[in-house]
T-cell receptor
Framework: KAGVTQTPRYLIKTRGQQVTLSCSPISGHRSVSWYQQTPGQGLQFLFEYFSETQRNKGNFPGRFSGRQFSNSRSEMNVSTLELGDSALYLC??????????FGPGTRLTVL | QQQVKQSPQSLIVQKGGISIINCAYENTAFDYFPWYQQFPGKGPALLIAIRPDVSEKKEGRFTISFNKSAKQFSLHIMDSQPGDSATYFCAARGRETSGSRLTFGEGTQLTVNP
């Protein structure tokens, strides 16, 4: 079974721009969660989608948003990028709500 | 506030030794405690997990010990190998949420010397 895939793997953007990241979950998994990983803050939960609905939301500003499609694929969007948004963005999918399987991440650099 | 505290921040072990990483939590509503292993440039990989109704779980060289009364849990890596050198994260899932939200510890960078 294919794992979680994320595209693109690397992105370089400038301040003020917006970015869209994509995640394809493991086949059959309907829950998709997004996390931000930085050296200073570690792994922090952004939000979770289940059956096209946001089920949980972390403590991030409204510039961070996401959506899920009927095939469970998910996208997250960050608008008005700031330098502090530079991070590894990880997507995880889950079948049961317990075991979560992560993708390789998208490395976002904001200049 | 839901927090998970992890220690040590870094750990150096000789090949064949035992690596021990500890985590402590505050929220008694956590109901699932996984450990993840992350190599540079990769996403975290689920290593082993435990529920609070069990005090110990073993899978191969990896063991989780869980102390519900002390609100602590730990990962033991027996016969540590250089290939185990990675960053390890403990995490916890809140029972009060219907979803998959995990709260992570700060991470432990493990180095196993040959």
């Amino acid at each position: 079974k294919a794992g979680v895939t994320q595209t693109p793997r690397y992105l370089i953007k400038t301040r003020g721009q917006q970015v869209t990241l994509s995640c394809s979950p493991i086949s059959g998994h309907r829950s998709v969660s997004w996390y931000q990983q930085t050296p200073g803050q570690g792994l922090q939960f952004l939000f979770e989608y289940f059956s096209e609905t946001q089920r949980n939301k972390g403590n991030f500003p409204g510039r961070f948003s996401g959506r899920q499609f009927s095939n469970s694929r998910s996208e997250m969007n960050v608008s008005t990028l700031e330098l502090g948004d530079s991070a590894l963005y990880l997507c995880a999918s889950s079948l049961t709500g317990y075991e979560q399987f992560f993708g390789p991440g998208t490395r976002l650099t904001v200049l | 506030q839901q927090q998970v505290k992890q220690s040590p921040q870094s750990l150096i072990v000789q090949k064949g030794g035992i690596s021990i990483i500890n985590c402590a939590y505050e929220n008694t509503a956590f109901d699932y405690f996984p450990w993840y292993q992350q190599f540079p440039g990769k996403g975290p990989a689920l290593l082993i997990a435990i529920r609070p109704d069990v005090s110990e779980k073993k899978e191969g060289r990896f063991t989780i010990s869980f102390n519900k009364s002390a609100k602590q849990f730990s990962l033991h890596i027996m016969d540590s190998q250089p290939g185990d050198s990675a960053t390890y994260f403990c995490a916890a899932r809140g029972r009060e949420t219907s979803g998959s939200r995990l709260t992570f510890g700060e991470g432990t960078q493990l180095t196993v010397n040959p």
